[in-house]
């Protein structure tokens, strides 16, 4: 059974620090790893999809890369801002046809000014 | 506003009535998937549907939950005669079906039951 953990539950930093969020999951026949950001009451915002072909993927401050041997996923974020202060998720979908993601917990990011 | 969309956003129910959540997916979507966020916990797999079909269940609880997604109109997510245990975030997602393309969330709805 697929389990996905991320590290730090939570995480206070100051503005314009560059910081890493962790994802490992276990199973590491994952067709691919989504990251998504999540603000309080609001829905899920995707903002890097990585496919299990590939390493790394990156949009704006945003890199994420995936070592899918050793089952394990990094979020960084470059000069964090205030505005990036909310729950990043990761999520991976296993090989098999099943298009189901499994999630984990989050992390709770606060970035302070 | 071509994304996600869900509604009600908040919705409340006395302990045995029915709740009703509904999710219109993007455009050009056809695939739609429901998720449950319980408190302090990550989102779990419910259901998965195409027009007119149900595709994989395997999260479902299965009794007093359905849902459906009929040829025209919303995806509907339906929980009969709710219990405390069901107050939830219910988010609802799209796809275009490929492997490749990722998943569009709504906002959700969160139930309260009282």
């Known amino acids: 059974k697929q389990e996905v953990t991320q590290i730090p539950a939570a995480l206070s930093v100051p503005e314009g620090e560059n910081l890493v969020l962790n994802c490992s999951f276990t199973d590491s026949a994952i067709y691919n790893l989504q990251w998504f950001r999540q603000d309080p009451g609001k829905g899920l915002t995707s903002l890097l999809l990585?496919?299990?072909?590939?390493r790394e993927q990156t949009s704006g401050r945003l890199n994420a890369s995936l070592d899918k041997s050793s089952g394990r996923s990094t979020l960084y974020i470059a000069a964090s801002q205030p505005g990036d202060s909310a729950t990043y998720l990761c999520?991976?979908?296993?090989?098999?046809?099943?298009?189901?993601?499994?999630f984990g917990k989050g992390t709770k990011l606060t970035v302070n000014p | 506003n071509a994304g996600v969309m869900q509604n009600p956003r908040h919705l409340v129910r006395r302990r045995g009535q029915e709740a009703r959540l509904r999710c219109s997916p993007m455009?050009?979507?056809?695939?739609v998937y429901w998720y449950r966020q319980l408190p302090e916990e990550g989102l779990k797999f419910m259901v998965y549907l195409q027009k007119e079909n149900i595709i994989d269940e395997s999260g479902m609880p299965k009794e007093r939950f359905s849902a459906e997604f009929p040829k025209e109109g919303p995806s509907i997510l339906r929980i009969q005669q709710v219990v405390r245990g069901d107050s939830a975030a219910y988010f609802c997602?799209?796809?275009?079906?490929?492997?490749?393309?990722?998943?569009?969330f709504g906002n959700g709805t969160r139930l309260t039951v009282t």
């Open positions: 997602a799209s796809s275009q079906g490929q492997g490749h393309s990722p998943l569009h």
């Open positions: 455009k050009g979507h056809s695939h």
């Open positions: 999520a991976v979908r296993p090989q098999g046809g099943s298009e189901k993601l499994v």
């Open positions: 990585i496919q299990s072909s590939q």
